[in-house]
């Protein structure tokens, strides 16, 4: 990348578009240490310790506990797929899991110096944030056969600030292709409102908050959504509202990607929020 970065046009192009896919950002090797680090993570995660997997009493409660708690931890979250009616996994572990998160940004030297590189500080001050704070990372599998898909969203939904103000950082680790399940975006749908809100509810649940019923248009070509295939090593820059989604993986490839989000800590970040940091580990930015 030469010049400026990012370019006022980029800048431009985001605001229009509601993303950006940048090719070529993160080097392969990087990628591929990423990858590495991963293996190992779940090379060293046990299963039976998370409380969807061999859980029979109470399993809904103490899963979302598993969840809602995991805001500043390294946490796995297995495959649909990957559970057999005993509630056991169906395959070895380092193909069922579904992605870990949500704080390997800050409980991981390897991926903190990945998601603190300061081309993103650049880039998301840019884009308008004032005091970027990494709030949450995740290392998505999508599974070779079983990779599950992700339904349309838009991520204000999960990270809510007023006004929105979360920007997405997903990296392709792997090449996303149609195959594997890349992710699709609706260009130009950012301009439309927040549909719903994402929150703890009472008791330690969770509740979905329907602000517009309408239902997202159906992901077709027709209907405007474009297919973001993402070479390894790719950055794609998703704005906060901006509807996306990505399909099942029914391909024999992985699809590994990681995705940090990061909101702007000068707007109040609400208690009701799914996630949040304790008082003693509080989200950091860039620096
Ligand atoms: O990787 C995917 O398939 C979806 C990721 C996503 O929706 C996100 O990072 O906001």
Known sequence: MTGTFPSPDLVARFHRDGFLVLPGFMPAERCDALVARAGELVEGF??????????????KKTTDAYFLSSGDQVRFFLEEGALGPDGALNRPKSVAVNKIGHALHDRDPLFSDFSRDPRLAALVTALGMRDPLLMQSMYIFKQPRIGGEVVCHQDATFLYTDPPSVIGLWFALQDATLENGCMWALPGGHAAGLKSRFARAGQGGVRMDVLDPTPWPACTPENGYVPLEAAKGTLVVLHGLLPHLSGPNHSDKSRHAYAVHVVD???????????????????????
């Open 46 to 59: 046990e299963p039976a310790d998370i409380p969807s997997v061999f859980s029979t009493t109470d399993q």
């Open 265 to 287: 800590g000068t707007l109040p970040y609400p208690a009701d929020n799914w996630l949040q940091r304790p008082a003693d580990n509080p989200a950091r930015g860039f620096a």
